[in-house]
């Protein structure tokens, strides 16, 4: 028989955590009955091994606090009167919730999240930011769970869960408003004298970087899309752009081709810079081509005079960047 999983049964779980690629997903979305246009960071999915889950524990990074009689209620006293001016009482609250389905040594669990955000009378996005506001602070830290025995069907995620509470880290100690540092300061001078000891706060810990360590453990599962869902992804591009780009964008790089098809062959100009656009942000250009060829060949072979023949219309800029979609329709409609 199989051993149990982290939740108690004998399926097998698939353990994964979402991370940004770098690329941005063009969308579309109804807004009363308007179509809006906007952009979209791409997540990957990363699976780490339940070893490693089970493995990885928040409470060895940071100072625990001693346990001292009279400062303990359902959870330390130091939750509610310092990291609460960080987690704000929602992150504390949520925080309580989780940590009472952490039964003995446990430091996990998974509680129902519509149940919590009832208990709390939030809604569930605004749970999912309070979440975010915990991770970030190494008090929480979410896996989302497949069912690999039901046809990778989604679960509830799964929850590691700091169980010591540790000291504020100094820069955060140093953010508190000045009554708040008193009464930290007199609380830590007790803590001296009835421990007998020297306690200094610890610099902040870069909790980014201690779940980097367990997602390197895992694997990249990256979705591979349909023709269907790469139309539509480029169709949403293209509606992306039409908003985006500006009358002045058009008249930059009309003035500017002009200027480098006096300086090309026809077969030239028509092979590399015909079907091109460009869109200005901030103080970058980015050149749009209806290739990853044609874009690689600009970079390589003409990026000094593309610069040039902007500059001599507009030398307010830092870098050009090079971008490619196939945009026939975007051409046709902007025209």
Not at 220 to 228: A, E
């Amino acid at each position: 028989m199989l051993d149990k999983n982290l939740k108690g049964n004998h399926h097998k779980l698939l353990y994964y955590r979402y991370r940004p690629t770098g690329v941005e997903e063009a969308k579309v979305r109804k807004v009363r009955d308007t179509e809006q246009a906007y952009r979209k960071k791409e997540l990957e999915k990363i699976y780490i091994p339940e070893d490693e889950v089970k493995r990885f524990s928040l409470d060895k990074h940071g100072q625990p606090i001693p346990y001292v009689d009279g400062h303990m209620t359902v959870i330390s006293n130091y939750i509610y009167d310092y990291w609460g001016h960080f987690f704000s009482a929602e992150g504390v609250a949520l925080y309580g919730h989780l940590k009472r389905y952490c039964y003995g040594d446990k430091d996990y669990c998974w509680p129902d999240l519509n149940l919590i955000s009832q208990k709390m009378n939030k809604s569930r996005n605004t749970i999912k930011k309070i979440l975010l506001t915990l991770e970030r602070h190494g008090f929480v830290l979410v896996f989302n769970v497949q069912n690999a025995d039901k046809n990778n069907m989604e679960e509830s995620p799964l929850f590691k869960v700091r169980k010591k509470v540790p000291f504020l880290p100094m820069d955060l100690y140093e953010q508190l408003p000045t009554e708040l540092k008193l009464d930290h300061d007199r609380y830590m001078q007790g803590i001296v004298e009835q421990f007998d000891q020297i306690l200094r706060l610890d610099p902040s810990i870069d909790y980014s970087e201690v779940y980097e360590e367990v997602i390197n453990k895992g694997t990249v599962v990256r979705k591979i899309k349909t023709p269907l869902e790469l139309d539509k992804e480029l169709s949403n591009k293209i509606k992306v752009l039409e908003n985006e780009i500006s009358d002045r964008d058009r008249q930059v790089w009309d003035m500017a081709l002009t200027s480098m098809q006096s300086k090309l062959s026809k077969p030239s100009y028509d092979t590399w810079l015909k079907n091109t656009f460009c869109i200005k942000r901030g103080s970058n250009y980015t050149v749009y081509s209806p290739s990853n060829f044609v874009s690689e060949w600009l970079q390589s072979r003409y990026d000094k005079m593309i610069r040039e023949a902007i500059s001599a219309i507009d030398s307010d800029f830092d870098q050009v960047d090079y971008d490619f979609l196939n945009y026939n329709s975007f051409n046709q409609r902007g025209e």
